[in-house]
């Protein structure tokens, strides 16, 4: 049986923490470093495959290092539960993951993130993500990636969206 949310304040928190997670996704992407370190508290630990980095500085190096080797990445987020109690919350994510390397080597797989988030100042932000890679297999795509480096780097908002072609049927 499903749990029903106890309060609009759960159902706020939860779209919140799924907003935290396109976030994370976009900005990988995009590699738009600045978005993606937004994601973290300043006392975050990242467990990458068995591997623990601390703070949010040496989180941010290690993203970048790791970014100069995709040519593109591509984060689905799936499946997610989350328990929240007052300004902490726990939950874990499955993904699909499709990447291409800068030497043209393309993979997909299916990972899991771990999470421990802390509300700042308002903002939810992980303070502790921990992440495992569940299957690495051949590409789901075949065909060339699009250009990361030619994405928009701001997502369509009420600002900057293009509405010019867009037409709506009654």
Known sequence: ????????????????????????CDAVIRHDSGRWIDCWSE????????????GKEAILTLFQQ?????????????T??????????????YLQEHTKDTDGNA???????????????????????NYQILYTG???FTAAFPSSNGANPRPNTAENADTSNTTVDP
């Open 43 to 54: 006392d975050a630990h990242w467990n990458l495959l068995g591997n623990t980095v601390s």
């Open 138 to 140: 051949e590409p789901l």
């Open 66 to 78: 790791m970014m100069t080797g995709f040519e593109f990445a591509l984060m689905i987020p799936g």
């Open 107 to 129: 993979n997909s797989l299916f990972s899991r993130y771990e999470d421990c988030y802390i509300k700042q100042d308002g903002n939810w932000k992980y303070q502790r993500r």
């Open 80 to 93: 997610c539960q989350f328990k929240v109690a007052g300004d902490r919350a726990t939950g874990y994510w």
């Open 1 to 24: 049986m499903q749990k029903t949310l106890d309060s609009h304040d759960d159902l706020a928190d939860e779209i919140t923490l799924r907003n935290l997670m396109a976030q994370y």
